[in-house]
């Protein structure tokens, strides 16, 4: 086999990805979401001292990112802790959700 021919069926077996944009992706992707939950803190504890109530919002958005992402890691990865995870912040979403209804709305 020639150089040419390994190349080409390297190509066929990754589909033709490039593994420095996927490794920059999944670092990129990691530090969005610590930057998210610190934003999210952030908000809150600011949310908590002026207002006096904590903004459940943000937690509802920031767990049903989370989820999302665990569950589709799980969708192709096969990974039993990637669905548990996905499942648990799901949970924590519906919940910080119905106490976003509870708070701000009155709902409930």
Same mark, same amino acid.
């Given at each position: 086999?020639?150089?040419?021919?390994?190349?080409?069926?390297?190509?066929?077996?990754?589909?033709?990805?490039d593994? !420095?944009?996927?490794e920059? *992706?999944? %670092?990129?992707?990691? @530090?969005? +979401?610590?930057?998210?939950?610190?934003?999210? $803190?952030?908000?809150?504890?600011?949310?908590?001292?002026?207002?006096?109530?904590?903004?459940?919002?943000?937690?509802?958005?920031?767990?049903?990112?989370?989820?999302?992402?665990?569950? !589709?890691?799980?969708?192709? *990865?096969? %990974?039993?802790?990637? @669905?548990? +995870?996905?499942?648990?912040?799901?949970?924590l $979403?519906?919940?910080?959700?119905?106490?976003?209804?509870?708070?701000?709305?009155?709902?409930?």
């Amino acid at each position: 086999m020639d150089r040419e021919e390994i190349l080409a069926k390297s190509r066929a077996e990754n589909k033709d990805r490039d593994f !420095v944009e996927v490794e920059a *992706l999944n %670092k990129g992707n990691g @530090l969005a +979401f610590t930057t998210g939950v610190l934003l999210c $803190s952030l908000v809150s504890v600011l949310h908590s001292i002026f207002k006096d109530s904590v903004d459940y919002g943000v937690w509802t958005v920031m767990f049903g990112m989370m989820s999302s992402l665990m569950l !589709v890691k799980y969708a192709k *990865l096969k %990974k039993r802790h990637e @669905l548990l +995870f996905g499942l648990v912040y799901a949970a924590l $979403s519906v919940c910080f959700f119905v106490f976003y209804l509870q708070n701000v709305l009155g709902v409930l």
